[in-house]
C-alpha cells in the first residue's frame, strides 16, 4: 500500500480521478493476457507528458517500481507489476500528432491503438504493416515496446522496421529524443533499436516516430491444401529460397483446421494435414506472375490441391480460417502457452518436425500455426491449469520448445517479448556475455532501476 | 442445481476467458470510459478473484458487475464465446443475496410481483404524472420537475408521456382476424413497454395479425417478462414473474407467440433456461420457446409482403441488443422494410452497437449512457435519414430522448408501426379505387 501522502501528490499531477488505489482495482490490473498476475500500489493515467515527467519523478523520490502498461494484450508479462509500485496506464495519451503523406512518416502518442493508425494512414493512400491479431485492442506503446510482429511481417518486417525514433523519460525524469523523422538517420549508434523491444525497461515513451510505405497497388490470396504437415512446411522454405517474397505465409496444422472447421462450419479440409494461407502483393503483372509461381511450387511441394481467390469476398473467406485460429483453442481446453518461437526460416519444417515429437512426447495437443514465412511459428501447448499433472506436462513441454527454438539457433520471441514469461531462457539465448551487457546498459539508463522491475536481464528466478 | 455444481459451471466458463483483451475494441462501456475494470475479462478475472477468496463480494465488487449494459457484444465478440452476460448476471445475484438490492430496486420488483397491483401504480401513476414531470410543449414526452436519483431521473432525461390508458385496457381479449378465415390463433405477449408507455405499436402488432388472417389472443393475467429483476440479481423475483408468465401463456390456446419487446422476446426464447433451474416448469417453458417469434420474424414468415403500400419514409435501423444477439434477429427488419415500396433505407455505421440504454443501466449510470448514446445518434444523423425504426421500446425511450435533448429532426418509430402504416397505405389506395 502506498502511503496517503504519496497517492496525493500523483492526484496533484493527474486528478484524483485518474490514480486507483481500490483492491479490486489492484486485482483487475495485475494481469496481461498471460496466466501470471502481480498486484500493484497504484494505477496512474497520465494524460500528458508532462503528468508523466512528474509522475516518473515522483516515484523516482519515493523508490517505486513504475511498469508500463497500454492495452495490457501482452503475451510475455510485460505489464505485470511483478515489484508492485506504481502502473502506469498510458491510454489516455491516445492522440496521432501527425500523418505526413510526403515524408511518409507518422508521430504518435503511446496510447494510439495500432489499428487507429492502420486507418488514419489509409486516408492518405499509405499504410502501416505491423499487424499483430491485437490490432484492434493493443496500442503502438505496447507494440514499439514488445516488438509486436503479425502476418505481414513476412515482407515488410515486423514493428523494429518501422521504428524511426521515440522520446522517452528516463527515471530521473529526463527527457530523451532518440532518431528523428529522417529515414536513413545515422547520427551515432541506433538509439531507437535500443528503446525498441526494451519492455518499459528503459524509459516510458511518450512519443512515436513511425515509418509508412504506400499502399500496394493489388494483391492475391491462396491456399494450399497438403496431406503431411511437413510438406506444408518445406513449402515455405523453397518459396523463400525461390526469390519471391510473400506478403503473407502462414502455416495451419490438423488440429488447427479441425478445431476452426468445428467452430464455424467453412467446409474446410478436415482431413487435411496442414494448410498454407499465402499473400502476394504488390503491382499487377508481377503479383499475377509471383502467385502463378508460388503455387506450382506449393504442387511441387506435395500440395494436394491450390486455392486461389478470385474476388476480395473470397480472399477474406480465405482468410477467415486462419483468423479464427485463437477463437478455436477454447474448444480443446481452456488454458493455453501461446508461444513464438522463432527459426531462421529455412528451418521451419526440423522445428514444425521437433514440436510433433514433443506434442507425442507429453501427450499434450500443440496447435502448430504462425507466421511460417518469416520462420515466427505459434506453438500454442493447450492445458487445464486446475489439472495439477497436466498443466505440469505443458510445462514440461513448454520448457522443451524454447530448448529446440535456441537449439535450432532461434530466438524466443518473434514478436511477443521476453518479459518475465521467457526472461528464465533469456540467458540462454544472448549468451554470458551479452546477458551481462544487458543488464550493464539498463543499469547505466535506469540506475536506481524502478522502471519495470524484475523482468528481461533482471529475473529473479533459476536461469536455464 | 445445487450450489456446488453451480460454482462449478461458473468456474468452468471463468476459466474459459484468455484474458486476450479482444473485448477493448468492442464493449461500449469501455470505449466510453476507457477503463479496464468496465471489460468483459475483468469481470471475469473479478469472477475469479471472488471464487478463490482473493476479495469478499465487497460494494466494490457489486459495482463492477452493475457497470455492465449486457448488451451481449463481448460474447459474440469472444473468441473462446465466454458468456460473460451469464457470469455478470450470476455475480449480480450473488451479490445481491450478499449485500442486498436497493431500496428503489426492492420496492420496484416488490410491486412487479403483484400484477394487479403494478397496474393500478402504473396507472396512477399515469394520472398523476404530472405532479412529477412537466409535459414538453412539442407532445415528445416530459421531463421530471425534481429530481429523484433514486428512480433513475435525472432532470435532462425526457421520459415519454406515460398512457392513462394502457394497451391491454384498449384492447379486448380476444381478438378475431379480419380475413374471412383465420389461420391461427397468435398468443401476443405484450410486455410492460408496449402496455405502458408506447401502446401504439401494440396496436399496431394486433392489426398486422388480424388483417394477416391470424386470430389474436392476449393473455389477462401475463405480467412483467422479469428480465428488470434477473438481469438485476433478484433472481428470486425473475423467477415468480416467469412461472406467472408461464402459467398464463399456456393456459390459452395458441398456434404462435408473438412479442414486439427485444427483452421480452429474448427472455421467453432463451433467458428464462437460466432462472428456471429446479421449477417444475422448465419443461412447459420449452415447450413455449419454440413457438416465440419476434413481430418482424412473424411477418416475414407468415404474412403477406405484397401488399405492403407505398411510404414514401427515408429510414435507418438500430438493431436492439436483445435482438441481435437475443434472439438472433437482425436481417427480418431489414428485408421488410426494403420490401416496402417508396420506403428508403440507409443502414447506418455501428448498427448493432447498443444505444447506451440497458434497463437500470440508464437510471443508475445516466450519464455514461448518454455518452454511448450520443455515439448512436451521431451515427443515425449522419445518414441523414428521416426516422429511425427499431424494435425495443427501450431503445427507442433512451434514443428519443437524446434526438429530443439535442433537438434533432429525426423521430422514432417501432418496426411494428412502419408495417403497419405500410398496410394501410396500400389499404387506403384500394379504398379510393373503390
Known amino acids: 500500500m502506498l502511503k496517503p501522502d504519496v497517492i496525493k501528490e500523483l492526484s496533484a499531477v493527474v486528478g484524483a480521478d485518474h490514480v486507483m488505489t481500490a483492491n479490486e482495482d489492484m486485482i483487475i490490473y495485475s494481469n496481461d493476457a498471460t496466466m501470471f498476475n502481480a498486484k500493484p500500489e497504484a494505477i496512474v493515467q497520465p494524460g500528458s507528458r508532462d503528468e508523466v515527467v512528474e509522475i516518473v519523478k515522483i516515484a523516482d523520490r519515493h523508490h517505486l517500481p513504475v511498469t508500463c502498461r497500454g492495452a495490457g494484450t501482452c503475451l510475455s508479462g510485460g505489464p505485470i507489476p511483478l515489484k508492485g509500485g506504481i502502473v502506469l496506464e498510458m491510454t489516455r495519451m491516445n492522440r496521432i500528432l501527425k500523418v505526413d503523406p510526403v515524408n511518409k512518416v507518422a508521430v504518435v502518442e503511446p496510447g494510439v491503438i495500432a489499428f487507429a493508425l492502420t486507418t488514419a494512414a ?3 493512400g499509405l499504410l502501416y504493416p505491423p499487424d499483430p491479431s491485437s490490432l484492434k485492442e493493443s496500442t503502438l506503446g505496447g507494440n514499439v515496446s514488445e516488438c509486436a510482429g503479425g502476418p505481414k511481417g513476412v515482407k515488410y518486417g515486423i514493428t523494429r522496421n518501422f521504428v524511426l525514433g521515440v522520446e522517452a523519460v528516463l527515471s530521473d525524469g529526463s527527457i530523451v529524443k532518440t532518431g528523428n523523422e529522417v529515414d536513413g538517420d545515422m547520427a551515432g549508434p541506433d538509439w531507437t533499436m535500443l528503446f525498441t523491444g526494451s519492455e518499459g525497461t528503459l524509459g516510458v515513451i511518450i512519443s512515436i516516430t513511425l515509418r509508412l510505405v504506400p499502399i500496394p497497388a493489388v494483391k492475391k490470396t491462396m491456399m494450399a491444401i497438403y496431406d503431411r504437415l511437413e510438406d506444408a512446411a518445406k513449402t515455405v522454405s523453397v518459396t523463400m529460397a525461390s526469390g519471391i517474397i510473400p506478403t503473407t505465409l502462414e502455416i495451419m496444422d490438423n488440429l488447427s483446421i479441425v478445431s476452426v472447421e468445428n467452430y464455424l462450419k467453412i467446409g474446410l479440409p478436415v482431413k487435411a494435414g496442414g494448410l498454407l494461407l499465402i499473400e502476394v502483393d504488390g503491382v499487377e503483372s508481377t503479383v499475377e506472375e509471383d502467385a502463378k509461381r508460388v503455387s506450382e511450387i506449393c504442387k511441387k511441394c506435395g500440395a494436394s490441391e491450390v486455392k486461389m481467390a478470385k474476388t476480395p469476398a473470397e480472399a477474406e473467406e480465405l482468410w477467415l480460417a486462419r483468423r479464427s485460429i485463437n477463437p478455436a483453442f477454447g474448444q480443446v481446453a481452456p488454458c493455453k502457452f501461446a508461444e513464438d518461437a522463432t527459426v531462421p526460416r529455412s528451418l521451419v519444417p526440423v522445428l514444425v518436425e521437433k514440436v510433433l515429437e514433443i506434442q507425442k512426447k507429453y501427450d499434450v495437443p500443440i496447435f502448430i500455426c504462425g507466421h511460417a514465412g518469416d520462420g515466427n511459428m505459434h506453438p500454442t501447448i493447450m492445458f487445464d491449469k486446475r489439472n495439477k499433472e497436466q498443466k505440469e506436462r505443458a510445462e514440461k513441454a513448454l520448457h ?7 537449439e535450432l539457433g532461434g530466438t524466443l520471441s518473434g514478436e511477443h517479448g521476453i518479459g518475465f514469461a521467457k526472461a528464465p531462457y533469456l540467458r540462454a539465448e544472448t549468451g554470458l556475455a551479452g546477458y551481462k551487457l544487458g543488464q550493464e546498459i539498463k543499469k547505466a539508463v535506469d540506475p536506481t532501476g524502478i522502471l519495470n522491475p524484475g523482468k528481461m536481464f533482471f529475473y529473479e528466478g533459476e536461469l536455464h | 442445481m445445487n450450489q456446488t455444481e453451480r460454482r462449478r459451471v461458473i468456474e468452468q466458463e471463468v476459466i474459459k476467458c484468455s484474458r486476450c483483451g479482444t473485448c477493448r475494441s468492442i464493449c461500449p462501456v469501455f470505449l466510453a470510459e476507457n477503463n479496464e475494470n468496465t471489460t468483459a475479462r475483468s469481470k471475469n478475472r473479478m469472477m475469479e478473484a ?4 482473493d476479495v469478499e463480494l465487497t460494494p466494490g465488487v457489486q459495482e463492477r458487475f452493475e457497470k455492465c449494459l449486457l448488451c451481449k457484444a463481448c460474447k459474440a465478440h469472444c473468441g473462446s464465446g465466454v458468456a460473460t452476460d451469464k457470469l455478470i448476471m450470476e455475480g449480480r445475484a450473488a451479490a445481491v443475496a450478499h449485500n442486498g438490492l436497493s431500496p428503489a430496486k426492492k420496492m420496484a420488483f416488490t ?10 401504480g ?10 412529477i414531470f412537466k409535459k414538453l410543449p412539442d407532445g415528445r414526452g416530459c421531463v421530471p420537475r425534481i429530481l429523484l436519483p433514486g428512480a433513475g431521473l435525472n432532470q435532462r432525461r425526457i421520459m415519454p408521456n406515460m398512457t392513462t390508458n394502457p394497451l391491454r385496457s384498449r384492447l379486448p381479449k380476444f381478438i378475431k382476424a379480419k380475413t374471412p378465415v383465420s389461420k391461427g390463433r397468435v398468443l401476443f405477449f405484450t410486455g410492460c413497454m408496449l402496455n405502458y408507455m408506447y401502446p401504439e405499436p401494440g396496436e399496431a402488432v394486433v392489426s398486422i395479425l388480424t388483417r394477416n388472417g391470424w386470430d389474436v389472443v392476449i ?12 438481469t438485476s440479481g433478484d433472481v428470486e423475483t425473475g423467477r415468480f414473474l416467469a412461472e406467472q408468465n408461464i402459467k398464463a401463456i399456456s393456459a390459452e390456446k395458441h398456434d404462435h407467440i408473438v412479442t414486439a419487446c427485444a427483452s421480452c422476446g429474448a427472455a421467453l426464447k432463451h433467458e428464462y433456461k437460466h432462472i428456471l433451474d429446479n421449477s417444475s416448469l422448465l419443461s412447459t417453458w420449452q415447450e413455449i420457446s419454440t413457438k416465440v417469434l419476434d413481430i418482424s420474424q412473424f411477418v416475414l414468415k407468415y404474412c403477406d409482403l405484397s401488399k405492403l403500400g407505398k411510404l414514401p419514409f427515408k429510414v435507418t435501423y438500430h438493431d436492439p441488443c436483445h435482438l441481435v444477439r437475443g434472439m438472433n434477429v437482425s436481417s427480418e427488419p431489414r428485408e421488410i422494410l426494403k420490401s416496402i415500396p417508396g420506403l428508403k ?5 455501428d448498427a448493432n452497437r447498443c444505444c447506451g440504454a440497458g434497463g437500470s443501466f440508464s437510471a443508475v449510470y445516466y450519464e455514461l449512457s448518454r455518452k454511448i448514446n450520443d455515439k448512436k445518434l451521431d451515427n443515425v444523423e449522419d445518414t441523414g435519414m428521416d426516422y429511425l425504426v427499431t424494435g425495443c421500446s427501450s431503445c427507442r425511450m433512451h434514443i428519443t430522448d437524446g434526438l429530443t435533448q439535442r433537438n434533432s429532426s429525426v423521430k422514432v418509430l417501432h418496426t411494428a408501426e412502419v408495417i403497419n402504416m405500410a398496410y394501410d397505405a396500400a389499404s387506403r389506395k384500394e379504398g379510393k379505387a373503390c
Do not use: S, W
Open chain 1, 122 to 124: 489509409n486516408k492518405v
Open chain 1, 400 to 406: 522443451e520448445v524454447h530448448i529446440v527454438t535456441l
Open chain 2, 50 to 53: 471472488v471464487l478463490e477468496g
Open chain 2, 111 to 120: 410491486g412487479l410481483r403483484y400484477r394487479k397491483l403494478f397496474d393500478l
Open chain 2, 122 to 131: 402504473l396507472r396512477t401513476g399515469a394520472l398523476f404524472q404530472n405532479l
Open chain 2, 219 to 230: 393473455p389477462e393475467e401475463q405480467c412483467c417478462c422479469g428480465t428488470p429483476a434477473f
Open chain 2, 345 to 349: 433505407f440507409v443502414e447506418m455505421k
